[in-house]
């Protein structure tokens, strides 16, 4: 099984899909339909997808419950062009073990986010 895309829904779609916009360094999202207010960017080899949902108001109450995780070469760099940006910050960078840097932003509707290194997970068996 592949996972290939992470959608989020939110009141106001498109100025959270403009706030995934500058995260992921796309000024344009790589696939839109405006007439429905859904936006979404290639991320790796998935996706993420911004939309309206009729069950989802206001800021997340639960924003640690799923966090997405987006694979950087440099925490620390990646961190302070985030927070030059005016990202919320939850956590900054810190060892999760072994050198291992995380860091954690909040986005407008306030869905946790975080920077880590690559992760090529061991093989099952």
């Known amino acids: 099984m592949n996972l290939n895309n992470v959608m989020l829904g939110s009141e106001d779609p498109r100025a959270l899909g403009a706030f995934y ?3 992921l360094g796309a000024p344009d999202p790589d696939w839109s339909d405006e007439a429905n207010g859904w936006f979404a960017f290639k991320a790796g080899d998935g996706s993420l997808a911004v939309g309206p949902h009729s069950e ?4 997340s109450p639960e924003p640690a419950r799923i966090m997405m995780n987006f694979a950087v070469g440099d925490v620390k760099a990646e961190f302070e062009r985030i927070r030059a940006l005016g990202v919320e910050v939850v956590a900054e960078p810190y060892d999760a073990g072994g050198g291992m840097y995380m860091c954690t932003f909040a986005d407008p509707d ?3 986010f975080q920077l880590a290194p690559p992760w090529d997970p061991p093989e099952a068996g």
């Open 21 to 23: 916009g500058k995260i």
């Open 110 to 112: 306030g869905n946790y």
């Open 56 to 59: 989802v108001k206001g800021r």
